[in-house]
């Protein structure tokens, strides 16, 4: 039981590329996150989706797309990258009607 | 605007000792609070939570206190221990069918053996 994985680990962007950020999780849950943390804000959402086939925004969507590709996996898409998203992001799942979310190790993500 | 609010970026206490995290909100339609802590290079892990309609919570050395007019809550570490040392998040959330949680920015714990 992985629990929720991310891949890449570590990503070097050049500013105006394209990349998607890889999810999956083992846990059978409905519910799926993706989040950025940024030195001194916290972890602010991005997109969610509350359940399969089901995708809507979070706090900063904006830059970023969303794929709700089955249960278990939720994909994040940055089509043209930007400095301003050099972050860590985390993807992260949770059981319906739980407020408890389970996040995975992160990505880490320079635009250069 | 933070809805969510540690105004503490940082805290250092004797092993042993009580570690109190603090953090504020300005929401009223959160119902339910949660605790996270994150080890570097690692995901934040779920460690207490509250709701709106009680004023504690507790589990083992974590006790969670919530103060609704003051728009505030707190956890308590007793006794803290050097493993304790990380960031911890605190959450908001509107209630399970939003599923939009707010973080506060993090208060690193140092916990000195």
């Known amino acids: 039981n992985a629990g929720v994985t991310q891949t890449p680990k570590f990503q070097v962007l050049k500013t105006g590329q394209s990349m998607t950020l890889q999810c999956a999780q083992d846990?059978?849950?409905?519910?799926m996150y993706w989040y950025r943390q940024d030195p001194g804000m916290g972890l602010r959402l991005i997109y969610y989706?509350?359940?399969?086939?089901?995708?809507d925004k979070g706090e900063v969507p904006n830059g970023y797309n969303v794929s709700r590709l089955n249960k278990r996996e939720f994909s994040l898409r940055l089509e043209s990258a930007a400095p301003s998203q050099t972050s860590v992001y985390f993807c992260?799942?949770?059981?319906?009607?739980?407020?408890?979310?389970?996040f995975g190790p992160g990505t880490r993500l320079t635009v250069t | 605007d933070q809805q969510v609010k540690q105004n503490s970026p940082s805290l250092s206490v004797q092993e042993g000792r009580i570690s109190i995290l603090n953090c504020d909100y300005t929401?009223?339609?959160?119902?339910?609070f949660l605790w996270y802590k994150k080890y570097p290079a690692e995901g934040p892990t779920f460690l207490i939570s509250?709701?709106?309609?009680?004023d504690k919570n507790e589990d083992g050395r974590f006790t969670v206190f919530l103060n609704k007019s003051a728009k505030h809550l707190s956890l308590h570490i007793v006794p803290s221990q050097p493993g304790d040392s990380a960031v911890y998040f605190c959450?908001?959330?509107?209630?399970?069918?939003?599923?939009?949680?707010?973080f506060g920015t993090g208060t690193r714990l140092k916990v000195l053996a």
């Open positions: 846990m059978n849950h409905n519910s």
């Open positions: 929401n009223s339609m959160f119902d339910y």
């Open positions: 959450a908001a959330s509107r209630g399970p069918g939003t599923y939009k949680y707010i």
């Open positions: 509250i709701s709106s309609i009680k």
């Open positions: 992260a799942s949770s059981r319906q009607g739980s407020y408890e979310q389970y």
């Open positions: 989706s509350a359940s399969e086939g089901t995708t």
